[in-house]
């Protein structure tokens, strides 16, 4: 075994076998200063792309139970949905909130469909009036604080329960990340490359970049994923989900590139990063989905429709008639027709407001 296979392989072992104690990562949110952060889905995808490289590059068999394996007998993999959330915190500083909503689907195949919730999107549960979808965490949160219960479960449950009614989609698994880390991930990727349509400035934070090609990382990131409002972005939040979507592409390509994937130092420092910053359910075999990723496959990105020009105080309507099946579609599993897109990809990243 040579010395970048045996560092690669320690590095995959470690974060396969630790689970992130949640209470850990809650106390150093909250321990950071008071500010907006960036969308965070982007870090579970750095984290599952970089193992997956790290499974290509060398024979892998981890198992968090460290059960032995059966080399006769080889299980398909099956699809899975997931959802993703991103959290920061709310207006009073308490309860973190949902910025950031994809439900992602992770076919057999290893290839990857993900559609976008917007966080306005407005939801109608039975026997509840109509709210904002990324309301609901904060106040199943605050619920089961008061009862002694694990808030951030609860604010978890409430959200798939909603994303479930609202889609119709089966949420199988889910993954809820801070967004405290996010600077540093992108700085641990040595950046990523995105594509501006027209110049764009933000008059709160200062944060300006003229339209082109640019290779962001660090706090510089972080701006251009927080901002939502400018004379580019005339959708707001919408043009930020679209800025989203370019982003994690670009993540994914980049940690699968070789400046990661070839520098075993610099995939262990993303996948600590990521291992900080997430937590998932307990019946999530990450470590499966990391080898079926592995396989490659198409990659696929849409947003929810929403009626974006009929917003309410409760948010902006979706139609769950018009809702479901765009949804079932956008994550279908794709079929051999379907052009492939493997990891790696260098094609240039659309340009988005």
């Not at 969308?39 to 499974?55: E, I, N, S, Y």
């Not at 909503?101 to 939801?123: E, F, I, K, N, Q």
């Not at 008059?203 to 706090?219: N, Q, S």
Request: glycine share 8%; aromatic share 2%.
């Amino acid at each position: 075994m040579t010395d970048q296979e045996s560092l690669i392989r320690e590095a995959v072992a470690a974060e396969a076998e630790q689970r992130v104690d949640h209470r850990e990562v809650l106390a150093r949110l909250h321990a950071a200063p008071r500010r907006r952060r960036p969308f965070a889905l982007v870090a579970v995808g750095a984290l599952t792309a970089a193992a997956a490289v790290a499974a290509v590059a060398i024979p892998l068999a981890v198992d968090r139970a460290a059960a032995p394996v059966d080399q006769g007998r080889v299980t398909p993999p099956t699809g899975q949905t997931v959802l993703l959330l991103g959290l920061d915190d709310g207006p009073d500083e308490t309860a973190p909130r949902p910025d950031a909503l994809v439900l992602v689907r992770l076919s057999p195949d290893g290839s990857v469909s993900a559609v976008s919730l917007p966080r306005d999107t407005r939801v109608s549960l039975p026997g509840a009036a109509p709210a904002r979808i990324n309301s609901l965490y904060g106040a199943a949160h605050e619920r089961a604080r008061r009862e002694g219960r694990d808030p951030d479960l609860a604010g978890t449950e409430a959200t798939v329960a909603a994303v479930e009614e609202l889609t119709g989609a089966r949420v199988d698994h889910w993954a809820a990340l801070g967004m405290g880390r996010f600077a540093e991930l992108s700085t641990a990727v040595g950046g990523v490359e995105v594509c501006l349509a027209a110049d764009t400035h933000d008059v709160e934070t200062g944060f300006a970049l003229p339209a082109g090609r640019h290779v962001l990382a660090g706090e510089q990131a972080a701006l251009y994923l927080r901002q939502r409002k400018g004379q580019s972005l005339t959708a707001g939040d919408l043009d930020r989900v679209q800025r989203h979507q370019v982003f994690l592409r670009g993540l994914l390509d980049r940690v699968g590139g070789p400046e990661v994937a070839g520098d075993p130092a610099a995939l262990a420092r993303v996948m600590a990063v990521a291992h900080d910053a997430v937590r998932t359910d307990e019946g999530w075999d990450a470590v499966g989905a990391v080898k079926q990723l592995a396989a490659g496959g198409t990659r696929r990105f849409a947003t929810l429709p929403v009626d974006a020009g009929s917003p309410t105080s409760d948010g902006l309507p979706a139609d769950p008639a018009r809702v479901r099946p765009f949804v079932a579609d956008a994550l279908r599993d794709p079929v051999a027709s379907d052009a492939p897109a493997l990891p790696g990809s260098t094609a240039a990243p659309a340009c988005v407001p």
